[in-house]
């Protein structure tokens, strides 16, 4: 694992599986949304018990993706993540791909839902965001370092948003702000049988 510049490479089959947990995901995400969150505000917006969400969140905190956040008074123990952004990092393990591809299979079906759901929201109208918001593809011929280059100029993009704007902290959001999931799936598709 190594941290830089807010973004956390991990390899680990064993960090990567106790992320996997569809559970574990969803605590992770609300902990980054909030800023900070404690097992019992976590358990009520999930709809799951206090000690089970106290359990998944010591269990991310077992391997780095949520830490102890400082608490108002010694009575309640808020939690926040430790980085804004993930990049897997498997190298040659099996297993870790095995739990990279459940990741990457659980972001897409959230990405998803949550395109449903701003459907819905933007069926509705009026909403500034409907002109710059939802799909937007891309069919184009690359070589593995145009994909590095690729890859290297949106996290250049991204980055210093990220940064401007961390997470949780209300003060540095200006007036407006949504948070947004900016999801981006690159993937090879096998070629027709003329190369096309």
């Known amino acids: 694992m190594s941290l830089e510049s807010g973004r956390r490479k991990i390899g680990d089959p064993t960090a990567l599986r106790a992320l996997t947990h569809p559970l574990r995901i969803k605590l992770h995400a609300l902990v980054g949304r909030e800023g900070t969150v ?25 391997y780095g993706f949520v830490e102890p956040a400082d608490a108002g008074d010694n009575r309640e123990r808020p939690w926040r993540v430790t980085a804004t952004s993930y990049q897997w990092d498997p190298g040659d393990s099996g297993e870790a791909w095995e739990q990279v591809d459940l990741l990457e299979r659980f972001m897409v079906e959230r990405a998803a839902a949550q395109l449903a759901d701003w459907q819905q929201r933007r069926a509705e109208g009026g909403s500034p965001w409907a002109q710059h918001t939802g799909i937007s593809q891309n069919l184009v011929y690359l070589t593995p370092d145009e994909m590095a280059d690729l890859a290297r100029a949106w996290d250049e993009l991204i980055t210093p948003l990220v940064r401007r704007r961390p997470l949780g902290d209300a003060a540095a959001r200006p007036a407006g702000a949504l948070p947004v999931d900016v999801t981006l799936i690159a993937v090879p598709v096998e070629p027709t049988a003329t190369g096309g």
């Open 38 to 62: 404690t097992a019992a505000e976590a358990a009520r917006q999930l709809g799951v018990s206090q000690a089970l969400a106290s359990h998944h969140l010591r269990q991310l905190a077992k």
